[in-house]
């Protein structure tokens, strides 16, 4: 696993942060439902439960396979979540007797299809930063506005790797070149993310070292048009980075290596083609080299030292690479 590196070179700030249901809280922000179909959609919040957790405990209370289930978003379970949830509507009055001490049901509406992975829009944070000096809180302040501004190197955080990550990234590449036998479909699946976005995090770092204190974009990048799934490398980069790239409306790519996924060509397919890995069954995919983070509010309270930031990625980001923007430092390796 690689070192973490950030725009800014401000000295580190020395406050604490600790994932837990009090001092992490996080809120999906949800596609638009239609209100009506074949399908529930449960608000639902939870503590101490991640989103594996939360569908193997509807399967057993509602007495249904787990694949019936669906749903937009992985969740952490050291945190205080909200998301939602879809289950088929001929289980609405067993939705209704549901109980779990850990799971609360906020509100449902209808919606015509199964969720799946990624229908969100992103993802609403309230994160608390502990022993902070009242000095420092004009100085994260002034930080996470300039992320904003300039953009967040969209790194997979170190939750993506699990607690084992150098162990877990051995394992799936022994899985993936067949010298290891991995029967958990779960467990493989998660371990080939892990590599996946490991490829990533190596060339954002690169990419970040062939400039100060921006993203450069090189002729052949693929850029995704901002909040859609259209890629396309700019005939024009030069009229495309004066455009729409000040603008926030496309934004440069990086790998996630596998199957049909777009690759760059030209001057960037030569860095790109170093963090490939063509042995990669599972599908590829194209990852925001960079994200914006929106509705930024800070508060402090000078007697318990306590800096609540609250503020809203896209979804797939991570909260704690903000934090570490903030702080100029990785908070686990």
């Given at each position: 696993?690689?070192?973490?590196?950030?725009?800014?070179?401000?000295?580190?700030?020395?406050?604490?942060?600790?994932?837990?249901?009090?001092?992490?809280?996080?809120?999906?922000?949800?596609?638009?439902?239609?209100?009506?179909?074949?399908?529930?959609?449960a608000k639902i919040k939870k503590e101490r439960l991640g989103t594996w957790d939360l569908m193997e405990a509807l399967s057993k209370g509602l007495k249904i396979y787990e694949n019936e289930l669906g749903y937009a978003g992985l969740k952490d379970k050291n945190a205080t979540t909200t998301q939602y949830?879809?289950?088929?509507?001929?289980?609405?009055?067993?939705?209704?007797?549901?109980?779990?001490?850990?799971?609360?049901i906020l509100e449902t509406t209808l919606?015509?299809?199964?969720?799946?992975?990624?229908d969100l829009i992103g993802n609403k944070f309230e994160i608390n930063l502990h022993e902070v000096k009242?000095?420092?809180?004009?100085?994260?302040?002034?930080?996470?506005?300039?992320?904003?501004?300039?953009?967040?190197?969209?790194?997979?955080?170190?939750?993506?790797?699990?607690?084992?990550?150098?162990?877990n990234l051995e394992k799936a590449k022994k899985y993936i070149y067949g010298d290891l036998t991995i029967k958990d479909r779960k467990l493989s699946k998660m371990l080939v993310a892990a590599y996946q976005s490991d490829f990533f995090n190596k060339w954002l770092v690169e990419r970040l070292n062939m400039s100060d204190e921006s993203f450069e974009a090189l002729d052949g990048d693929v850029f995704r048009v901002?909040?859609?799934?259209?890629?396309?490398?700019?005939?024009?980069?030069?009229?495309?980075?004066?455009?729409?790239?000040k603008a926030k409306k496309i934004v440069p790519s990086g790998l996630l290596p596998g199957r049909k996924a777009f690759r760059a060509i030209g001057k960037a397919k030569e860095i790109?083609?170093?963090?490939?890995?063509?042995?990669?069954?599972?599908?590829g995919y194209r990852r925001d080299a960079l994200v914006y983070p929106t509705n930024i509010n800070i508060k402090y309270n000078k007697e318990t030292q306590k800096c609540k930031v609250r503020f809203t990625l896209p979804k797939g980001s991570y909260a704690t690479v903000l934090i570490e923007n903030i702080a100029n430092r990785n908070l686990k390796a």
């Open positions: 696993m690689i070192k973490r590196e950030f725009f800014q070179k401000h000295k580190s700030l020395d406050f604490k942060f600790y994932q837990n249901v009090d001092d992490f809280v996080v809120e999906e922000v949800p596609i638009k439902f239609t209100g009506k179909g074949n399908f529930i959609i949830i879809s289950i088929p509507r001929k289980y609405a009055k067993d939705l209704k007797n549901f109980r779990h001490p850990r799971i609360k919606h015509k299809e199964k969720l799946n992975i990624g009242q000095e420092d809180v004009g100085k994260i302040e002034k930080y996470i506005n300039q992320v904003a501004k300039k953009g967040m190197l969209n790194y997979f955080g170190y939750q993506r790797f699990g607690h084992d990550g150098a162990e901002y909040e859609t799934d259209r890629f396309f490398t700019p005939k024009n980069l030069t009229e495309a980075m004066e455009k729409d790239f790109e083609e170093k963090y490939d890995d063509t042995y990669i069954q599972e599908k």
